[in-house]
C-alpha cells in the first residue's frame, strides 16, 4: 500500500492535471483524480490525461467517484465516498482485480467496507478542511487511535482531512498505514523537498510504532 496519496485540486493557476502532474514530478506514487463540480465528459478527459501521466511517472491512479469512468481510462481503481455508491456496487463495475476504496469515519463504516471487499479505507476527517463538502464529524488524533484500537481486521487504513507535516508521527502511531493530502502537496514551494521528507518521516513513524 502507498504510503501517500495526493488528492488532486485545481487552484486558480493550475488545473487538476498540472496539479498531478506536478505531484507525480515531485516523486508521488499514489494519485487521486477528485473533481466534484465537473461534468462526466470533462473528468473522463482529464481522467485519460491523468492515466498517461501516472503511467510515465509509475504512479497509481485512483478515480474518486466513479468507477465506469476508471474502467474506461483503465484506472487502477476507484474511490467512494460515504455519500456515494457502496465499496460492493464500485467492485462489480470494476472487476476483481482493480482496486476499490471508500471514504469511513466511523469503526461501523470500516467493517462494512471490508465486508464490502474495499482494498483499503480512507478515515477522517483528521481535521477541518476546505477541500470537502459535507464534512462528517471531526475525528482529531484520538478519534483515530480509538478506532485504530478497536479495528481487528487487516486492511490498510489511509487518515485524511486536513493533515499536515507536524501531523505525520503522531497519525502513524495510530497504526494508521498512510495518509491522503491535498493542500500540503499543492501548496507546497518545493513540493520534491516536501516529498522526501514525508517518504523520510512516515518509515521512522511506523518502526518507533512497532
Not at 477541500?131 to 484520538?142: A, D, R
Request: contains cysteine; negative net charge; hydrophobic residues 40%.
Amino acid at each position: 500500500m502507498i504510503s501517500i496519496q495526493y488528492i488532486s485540486q485545481q487552484t486558480d493557476t493550475y488545473s487538476h492535471l498540472d496539479n498531478i502532474r506536478m505531484a507525480c514530478e515531485a516523486g508521488c506514487k499514489w494519485i487521486q483524480l477528485r473533481m466534484k463540480q465537473a461534468d462526466i465528459p470533462t473528468i473522463t478527459a482529464t481522467a485519460a490525461l491523468a492515466k498517461e501521466v501516472c503511467d510515465a511517472h509509475g504512479a497509481t491512479l485512483i478515480i474518486n467517484d466513479h468507477p465506469d469512468i476508471a474502467a474506461l481510462v483503465d484506472a487502477h481503481g476507484t474511490h467512494v465516498g460515504k455519500e456515494d455508491m457502496t465499496v460492493a456496487a464500485a467492485r462489480r463495475i470494476l472487476g476483481p482485480h482493480k482496486i476499490v476504496g471508500g471514504t469511513a469515519n466511523t469503526l461501523e463504516d470500516i467493517l462494512q467496507h471490508v465486508a464490502d471487499g474495499a482494498d483499503y479505507v480512507g478515515i477522517g476527517p483528521y481535521r477541518f478542511t476546505k477541500t470537502k463538502e459535507k464534512l462528517s464529524p471531526i475525528l482529531g488524533l484520538e478519534g483515530i487511535r480509538n478506532i485504530m484500537a478497536q479495528l481487528d481486521v487487516k486492511i490498510p487504513v489511509i487518515a485524511i482531512g486536513g493533515i499536515t507535516m507536524e501531523d505525520v508521527p503522531d497519525l502513524f502511531r495510530t497504526g494508521i498505514q498512510g495518509i491522503a493530502v491535498s493542500g500540503l502537496i499543492t501548496h507546497a514551494t518545493d513540493k520534491r523537498q516536501l516529498l522526501s521528507s514525508l517518504y523520510q518521516t512516515i518509515p521512522h513513524a511506523i518502526t518507533s510504532n512497532s
